[in-house]
């Protein structure tokens, strides 16, 4: 809320009146608001009012997005308003103030500071706006962002001036010269003569290192064929700075056909550009020590980052579960990443895989990265939770993957994703940190590794009322809005390490746990003798079909079927265990390490009516150290006869 003080200023200055002593007028927002006139546009709700002398409007959307974004246009609000149209019908507000001819000069930021304050106190949309600049309007935009860069959130200029001197005044070819805009350009900034004008420094352009510095994402959309406001004189020159400081910009090409001097175009990118506006719109920000509590050691990233971009080419990989196999987050970051750092090359690959967890993964990581690691996000808090492992097995396996990724990988930037979980939601909203998050966070800190706690943002966010987890986030994969608000968490921790002062990499430390699986690996099927009813499997797929899991389907499997099938391995290590395609005739595994005594797990799951599921079950966990031979034999269970062992498990 807004002083007292500012608020009676600002009535008088739209000609209303209050009562002296009352309250600020966020609680009395229809006293506030100024007469207005209602209409439709596009079938939303339009209100139209004056401000400040000028014409000013608010458009509705039908329901408001969590956290009320809103898009604000600079000029020429009925041009392109296809990206208007788009951002409503995702919950947008959008509004405008016309200040014509003013040219983005510091008269017109009066205006909009003014009106940016009305705008919060009346109908209080989110305090990061969208800002939309469509050829002066870029004059606009970029130096409201240069003077109040925390109140942006996205900018999208639309073949926008960066410089006055390209347009109007067409100094030197630049551009094509308007006699009277660039007279009265002159005269709304007050430059006594063209000498003046062109040697102000507060343009557009001038403006690239300190919104780089602000980690404002934005979008140019340009035409190669503009002739009057030439990006090789506006976008590209700021775009090259602005890089070069950290920022991240997508510039689109816009292809015709052309028209005035090919500065019109229909729009060919009207979904892409809403798509990163979305994307990169983030819900207001809660108190700084709230939101301090999600994320820790964003600096310990820069070394990598710094690494990445010497290089010039990178290697992106995402392990987890089903949130991250599936489309959303990463996608995103992959996108961010290559508009962050344009000249480097990226293969971001994604080795997530449903219902997966740790144990899982640190048997499994070495294979399915298959080649080099420079930058790795990584988590596991939810699968970890349902999958009814010991913490002991969970530590052991947690640890091992961030140990011996570091230890395999010793330049590569980790990053560990606690991601939300009604069970964890509910923990938080009682004041307590859920297990599971809890012992992954303590064994990411002993390694410096940075983390991202979006369990706890979720439910921080709840919390304030800013979205609803059914109506918004939905379930344990989040919707499309989970997905962002995941991303933007992401967004978050890469700005803090790209700005951070430059170090070394960490050390590695002592292990936690001196047991952990920092070797862990598979053996192959592919490796075991003395096969007797049992057969190795090339391209192994369901019969009849099933559901399956990536990684595990058109592989190499050894089948072992009928009662007493057997087969044996010779292996190194403490720790063994067996990687099992659990499905719907699953049977009975009996095993014997060095000739002891015979044990037994039935290897059916509560998925194998519907799934061939890939699980881990560790056998044994404290061999003397050395050679071993494992047996084993197929023991029917009500008509259950076979078993697909994918691998062994071993921490050599």
Known sequence: MFKPIFSAVLLLMLGGTFAVGAEAPAAQAAAVRPAGTESQWHG????????????????????????????????????????DLGLLKRGYHTAHVDTANLYGAPKAMEIWDAFYKYL?????????????????????????????????A?????????????WPEGKNGTGTRSEGDWANL????????????????????????????????????????????PPKNN?????????????????????????????????????????????????????????ATWSTDAANLRPALDRIVRQKKARVLYLGGSITQNLGWQNLVSESLRRRYPEVEFECVNVGIASLGSLSHVFRWRSHFNGPADLVFFESAVNDLHNNQTAEETERAYEGVLRGI????????????????????ADYAKGKTPAVVARQARIAAHYGIPQINLAKEVADRLAAGQFDWGRDFRDLHPSPFGQRLYYNAVRRLLNAASLAPETAQRPLPEPLRADCWAKGDFLPAATAKELCGAEMVADWTPN?????????VHCPVLKAQGEGASFAFDFTGKTLGAYVLCGPTSAVLEWSVDDGEWKSLDTRTPWSAHIYMPWPYVLTTDLPEGPHTVRFRVKERDGRDTILLHSLMVNP
């Open 544 to 552: 009849p079909p099933r559901e399956t899991r990536k990684f595990f």
């Open 235 to 291: 976008t590209e020159p700021f775009a090259k700075r602005f890089r070069a400081a950290g920022g991240e910009l997508a510039i689109h090409w816009n292809k015709g056909p052309y028209s005035l001097q090919g500065h019109h175009f229909p729009l060919d990118a009207v979904n892409p550009t809403v798509d990163f506006i979305e994307a990169n719109t983030p819900l207001p920000d809660l108190p700084a020590e709230v939101m």
């Open 406 to 425: 570091r230890t395999a990988y010793p330049g590569a930037g980790i990053v560990c994703l606690h991601f939300a979980e009604p069970r964890h939601t």
């Open 186 to 229: 002159k005269r709304v900034y007050g430059f006594a003569s063209d000498a003046e004008a062109e040697a102000y420094e507060g343009i557009p352009l001038n403006a690239a290192e300190r919104l780089a510095k602000a980690r404002i994402p934005m979008w140019h959309t340009v035409s190669a064929e503009d002739r009057i406001v």
């Open 120 to 152: 919060m106190e009346t109908y209080g949309l989110n305090p990061k706006t969208v800002l939309y600049g469509c050829s002066r309007g870029g004059l606009f935009i970029h130096n409201f962002a240069n003077r109040w860069p925390e109140r942006v």
């Open 154 to 166: 996205v900018i999208y200029g639309d073949t926008p001036v960066m410089d006055f001197k390209t």
């Open 44 to 83: 939303y709700r339009r209100v139209s009012f004056p401000f400040m002398g000028h014409n000013a409007w608010v458009t509705f959307p039908k329901t408001a997005a969590p956290g009320k974004p809103w898009m604000w246009r600079a000029r020429f609000p009925g041009y392109h308003d296809e990206i």
